[in-house]
């Protein structure tokens, strides 16, 4: 990679960084001016903004760490080591002027290697594996949507392994639709982990499968959807929940989307008001995974129950619910024909 596809100058709006960290895959870029070292950021930085922030289209100069770590071009044998102990995913080399002349970044086993490190032994992963995969007919006809192939694997071995890799070894799994073909495919996989069968004997909705085993989570917990596939720091996502004492925190997406067209607002009665020539979108959108405290399932009495609802539940109730942005390069949907297809190229 050419070190300047990871610079953007001071004036790019954080919507354009976005784009470059998606392209890229480097979870971070250096901001210049003229050349010169002005900055560094990166997609956490990004998220914290944010979080307390709507406006994505205001300058990098205003998310980006403006002290950032660098070395000078006589240092640059120590970038690696210097990563890797400042735990960032880029270091820009700079000459005597301050002017970027290369970046360095890490490379991709020095960061999975980083992770092995990071240990959540004692967060057990709830799986909702028990849906009948509607959006994937007439495949799931046949093929629990779990077992789906992704790449020579199926979905479920894939999101227990992104667990795995951060300590994750014991999981619980809700079944109902197809529940045997899944257990005897896992019988045979040899998974390094425990896997807990919690089977339905009628659907529960999204979250009343929770209730069935709400006597044996007693600490933090981590629910996933079995349809999506996220590539994130799972020991910060839980660090962070904990740090705000939230009761259930969502994993959400930033999804920034551009209309193609000029749209024109018109008041009732149909007269002209304004006009805006292909206008940004931006929202959130819930992935489907959560971390949640046990005593929010502890208060669950109805056997049919969807997540939406105990979020609503505890939001009336004066719980803390919070959120973990994500970048949309982050997060791959194989619920439908589109996203099985873009997970099994990615």
């Not at 210049?32 to 070292?37: I, K, N, P, S, T």
């Not at 009948?132 to 999101?159: H, N, S």
């Not at 197809?178 to 659907?203: F, G, P, T, V």
């Not at 999506?228 to 996502?237: F, G, K, Q, T, V």
Request: proline share 4%; glycine share 6%; charged share 30%.
């Amino acid at each position: 990679m050419n070190y300047t596809e990871l610079c953007v100058d001071i004036n790019t709006s954080v919507t354009q960084v976005l784009e470059v960290i998606e392209k890229t895959h480097m979870q971070a870029a250096v901001v210049v001016d003229e050349g010169y070292l002005k900055g560094t950021v990166t997609d956490g930085d990004v998220r914290r903004y944010l979080l307390k922030n709507s406006n994505i289209n205001v300058p990098v100069e205003m998310v980006m760490c403006p002290c950032p770590i660098y070395l000078l071009e006589n240092e640059k044998d120590r970038a690696e080591q210097c990563m890797k102990e400042n735990r960032i995913p880029i270091i820009p080399i700079v000459n005597s002027f301050g002017k970027v002349i290369d970046i360095r970044f890490r490379g991709k086993c020095a960061v999975e290697d980083e992770a092995l490190s990071k240990k959540l032994e004692n967060i057990p992963v709830v799986i909702m594996a028990g849906g009948k995969g509607k959006r994937l007919l007439p495949y799931t006809a046949i093929l629990p949507k779990p077992l789906m192939p992704v790449d020579g694997k199926t979905v479920l071995e894939r999101i227990i392994e992104s667990f795995t890799k951060y300590g994750c070894s014991d999981y619980f799994l809700t079944l109902n639709y197809k529940k045997e073909i899944i257990k005897a495919y896992l019988m045979d996989a040899n998974l390094s982990c425990r896997i807990n069968y919690i089977e339905e004997n009628d659907y529960m909705g999204t979250a009343g499968s929770l209730g069935l085993i709400k006597d044996e989570l007693d600490s933090t917990f981590i629910v996933s959807n079995c349809d999506i596939l996220l590539d994130i720091d799972y020991r910060e996502l839980v660090e962070r929940h904990i740090e705000e004492k939230n009761e259930i925190t969502l994993v959400l997406l930033q999804k920034d989307y551009m209309i193609p067209y000029g749209v024109v607002d018109t008041n009732k009665n149909g007269q002209v008001v304004g006009l805006r020539e292909k206008p940004h979108l931006d929202f959130r959108l819930n992935t489907g995974v959560y971390v949640i405290e046990p005593d929010v399932i502890r208060r669950m009495t109805e056997k049919y129950v969807d997540m939406t609802e105990v979020i609503e539940h505890t939001l009336k109730s004066g719980g803390k619910v919070g959120s973990y942005l994500i970048d949309e390069q982050s997060w791959v949907d194989i619920g439908e024909m589109d996203g099985l297809n873009r997970a099994n190229k990615r």
